[in-house]
Structures are given as structure tokens and as C-alpha cells.
């Protein structure tokens, strides 16, 4: 019997069981299957899928019947696409649909976006200061739709640095919590704790032996926590596994490597050797299932029992060379909307290129003018792109396919989703620029609209496409046409 065959409703469980790509796919075969694809159930099923994931923001079961099935295909579009008005073909400028302000009663540090955009973490000074110069850290974590505080956490004499969310189900999650003490700022406490985001219980999991100085911002993903520390030598630098619900831990020897943890599996990127001339980098997804002979109990924790990246057997290896030795390296993980267990990375190369060669009209300026020809290099950054498709059995092995390898001015890539770069100057923000990764070459991009008279401290984007601003009084999230 051929598909087109089978009776409505069971080709209608079908489209269920699938994923975005292939109900779009499936959407232009015929006229029946397209009519299948605009049922709304169809659709309600998707939203939900990808609001267990935590890449869009509409998810409460009473709002999900107030929207027309064209609303939830237009949502879960810009979600897969990025909003039409970001696009360098779109003929009119990026234009806000829907905004949502929250005011502040006190000076806010910085903000987090807890996975899926739904709450915002902020970082509340309790100093006499200012900025809170001496004074704690606390953290207060908003429901972004109705500025809702629903959860805190605190401790005196202590200044929290990063958090770290991983929703099991619901609205439960397992926080990660880095805080230093304010008389030994350059030792780290890192507490685990489970956290209801609709009563504000807290319930404390774990608590790590202190740990030296961190390196970058930690991850959290399952069962599984990962960060960076540095001792008092840059050769004490190393990657912390934990294994928080067994109370396990695995210390590997990795100088300045970049991570990130995906379901059950810990991405590396890191320098081929420690040599000041080294061209050559190893991205590495190491699976957890093979680090089972390396876990040591918590209670015998030392930093110096290390465990050598040689000794475990990598399941997918990738080489990326540089063309200079002053090069700098950067992975961004995202999980795409279109299929499940798959993500993209995007690493990007920072490194000085060679200025392009003078046309003859401007040789012959020069000439004429006797001007001399300026020969200074400028940094460049190469994007590579690459889908990784995480194994739906055991015993396969994670695929990583490049996607595309691109070149930008911008040497900075701080949010990515759909597609699209969010890029600001990390010093004094006066504007803020969108573009999409496939725009080749140096071009400016597309300004987004931001409130005129008030200085912004930070800017992130959220996996739906929300745009999160944080003014001096105020939190401003924006979402696009």
C-alpha cells in the first residue's frame, strides 16, 4: 500500500511522529498532504515539542486554543527561520510585534536567559556602592511575560557569578549555582540545586569541594555539569566533569579548550599542541557512555588527579587549521528546531588577513600623490558551520557534517539562532546589528530599533528569536516580524 493510501487520520499520526523538516517537506507533495499539514492539532503537537525543548516561548495549554492554526505556523516559522523583517532581502526594516518592559527598582550587574526565554535571570547588587563594590551577588530570576519574580537565591557574604539551568520537566529544573566567597573571590563554590519554578522551593542536591579560579561560563546538560578552572599556573588549566546525581567527577588536561555539553556527550575544541606556532585545531564530541572507567567519587577530589584527553577514545574527530599562529577560537552549540538530537556548531576562527590588493585607479592616486599604500592587516573571522546529529540508539555514533565555511569582519559572534548573528560592541553599546551568517564578505547588516536616552549595559538573543535588552532602569524584550 502507498503512502498516499492509507486512510486520513492514520497519515494525520503519521505527520505527528515527525519533525518540523519533513511536515514542511511532506506540506508540498500534494493537496492532500498539505491539507493534513495545516490540521491544527498538527501543529499544537509541534509547539508543544518545541516548547519541551525550550525553543519557543508559546506553551500554556490555554493560549495554544486561543491561536489560529496560521498564528502557530508563523510562530514555529520564525522559530526555524528567524523573523522575516531580519532577512537582507526583506524590503522593509526589522519591526517589532510584540514588546514587553519591566521595570527595576534597583541597579541590576547583568542578566541570564534561562533556556527557552521564558524566565531572566538577574544579577542584584547588595552593596553600598554603586556597583556594588564589596557587596553581594544575588541572583532573581522574572517570568519574562509577566515580570513576575518567581524564584531567588542567595547567601551572605557571597557574590553569585553564573547559573546554569537544565529543565528535567515542567516547570522543574536542575540549577547550577557558581558563587566565590567575598573574602577568597579567586575560590569558587558550585552548588546543585533542584528548583520549582511555580511554588519557588528550592531544594540544595550537591555541593562541590571549592575550586580554583573558572575560565569561562560553565554548562550543565542532564546529569552532567562541565567548566574550565585554572590554578596558579596557566599549566593547571582543566576541564571539571561532574556527574552531579552520583556524586562523581573526572578532571581531563585540557589547556584552553572550549566545551560544551549536548545529551550525554561533552564537545572539545581545543589547540592540536601548546606550541605559540600551532596551526592546527581538534574539535572532539566525547560520549559519556566511554568515560566510564575515568569517574572518581567526589570525596576523593584533587586537582591534580588527571585524566589525559589521549587516553579516551573520541566518536567524532574533526581537524580545522588556522593561517596564523595569533589565530583565536570560539564554539557556539545550538539545537535546531527542524529536527530532534541534532545541533549546530558554529566555530569561529578569529585571525588577521592580508588587506585586499589595491585596484590600479588607487595605484596610480598613490603614484601621483606619492601617498604611501597602507599594508595593515585586519582581523577577519572565519565561521565554520557544522550539523551534528546525535545517535537515537546506543551503539551509533554521533554524525558531523560541515555545513558551510564563511568569512565576516565582525570578530565577534556572541548570540546565534536560525541562522542569524546578534552582534554589539561589548563597550559602551550604541547600536546593535543583526545578520545573517550567509551574507559572504564585509557588510554592515541590519540595525535593530533600541530606546533612545538610556545607556544599555547587555544584549542577548533568546532560541526563539526574542531580542533581551538590559537599560539602565529597565529589561526590554523584543519580538519581530
Excluded at 49 to 71: F, K
Excluded at 148 to 155: C, D, F, I, L, T
Excluded at 239 to 254: E, Q, S
Excluded at 258 to 267: A, C, M, R, S, T
Aim: glycine letters at 6%; a neutral charge.
Amino acid at each position: 500500500m502507498l503512502l498516499n493510501e492509507l486512510d486520513i487520520d492514520v497519515l494525520s499520526h503519521i505527520f505527528i511522529l515527525t519533525d518540523v523538516y519533513t511536515i514542511m517537506s511532506l506540506s508540498k507533495v500534494n493537496k492532500s498532504f498539505h491539507a493534513i499539514s495545516r490540521a491544527k492539532h498538527l501543529w499544537v503537537s509541534v509547539v508543544r515539542d518545541l516548547y519541551a525543548r525550550r525553543l519557543i516561548d508559546l506553551g500554556v495549554d490555554e493560549v495554544l486554543e486561543e491561536c489560529s492554526t496560521q498564528t502557530l505556523i508563523d510562530k514555529v516559522r520564525r522559530v526555524v527561520l528567524g523573523p522575516s523583517t531580519w532577512s537582507p532581502s526583506s524590503p522593509i526594516a526589522p519591526t517589532i510585534c510584540r514588546q514587553m518592559t519591566h521595570l527595576l527598582d534597583s541597579p541590576r550587574m547583568r542578566f541570564e536567559l534561562v533556556p527557552g526565554g521564558r524566565y531572566l535571570v538577574l544579577f542584584v547588587w547588595r552593596g553600598s556602592h554603586a556597583f556594588g563594590v564589596g557587596g553581594d551577588v544575588d541572583v532573581e530570576c522574572l517570568e519574562v511575560a509577566s515580570g513576575r519574580r518567581v524564584w531567588s537565591w542567595g547567601r551572605p557574604g557571597h557574590r553569585v557569578s553564573h547559573t546554569e539551568f537544565d529543565f528535567s520537566c515542567g516547570s522543574e529544573a536542575v540549577v547550577c549555582v557558581v558563587s566565590s566567597d567575598l573574602e577568597e573571590p579567586f575560590s569558587n563554590q558550585i552548588f546543585f540545586l533542584s528548583v520549582n519554578f511555580e511554588t519557588g522551593d528550592t531544594i540544595e542536591l550537591l555541593g562541590l569541594p571549592e575550586l580554583p579560579f573558572l575560565l569561562g561560563r560553565p554548562r550543565i546538560s542532564g546529569d552532567f555539569f562541565a567548566c574550565a578552572v585554572s590554578g596558579s599556573t596557566s599549566s593547571a588549566e582543566c576541564i571539571v566533569l561532574v556527574n552531579w546525581r552520583t556524586a562523581d567527577f573526572i578532571l581531563l588536561n585540557m589547556k584552553s579548550a572550549q566545551f560544551n555539553l549536548v545529551h550525554g556527550h561533552l564537545i572539545t575544541l581545543r589547540r592540536a599542541s601548546e606550541s605559540t606556532v600551532c596551526l592546527t585545531n581538534y574539535l572532539r564530541v566525547y560520549s559519556m557512555a566511554t568515560l566510564h572507567p575515568f569517574w572518581h567519587p567526589l570525596r576523593e577530589f584533587d586537582i591534580d588527579t588527571r585524566t589525559n584527553p589521549g587516553e579516551i577514545l573520541s566518536v567524532v574527530s574533526e581537524t580545522i587549521c588556522a593561517d596564523n599562529p595569533g589565530h583565536h577560537l570560539h564554539i557556539l552549540v545550538a539545537e535546531s528546531a527542524l529536527h530532534q538530537q541534532t545541533y549546530e556548531l558554529i566555530i569561529s576562527l578569529v585571525d588577521l588577513a592580508a588587506p585586499p590588493p589595491l585596484s590600479r585607479l588607487k595605484r596610480l592616486r598613490n603614484r601621483l600623490t606619492r601617498r604611501r599604500p597602507r599594508n595593515e592587516c585586519q582581523w577577519m573571522t572565519t565561521l565554520f558551520r557544522y550539523h551534528l546529529a546525535l545517535p537515537l540508539l546506543l551503539d551509533e555514533n554521533p554524525r558531523l557534517r560541515l555545513k558551510s565555511t564563511l568569512q565576516h569582519s565582525l570578530t565577534c559572534i556572541p548570540n546565534y539562532r536560525a541562522g542569524y548573528s546578534l552582534w554589539a560592541a561589548p563597550w559602551g553599546i550604541s547600536s546593535i546589528v543583526v545578520r545573517h551568517l550567509d551574507e559572504e564578505g564585509i557588510k554592515r547588516g541590519r540595525q535593530l530599533p533600541i530606546l533612545e536616552g538610556e545607556e544599555m549595559y547587555q544584549v542577548e538573543m533568546a532560541p526563539s528569536g526574542a531580542v533581551v535588552i538590559l537599560y539602565e532602569s529597565r529589561v526590554v524584550v523584543s519580538y519581530f516580524l
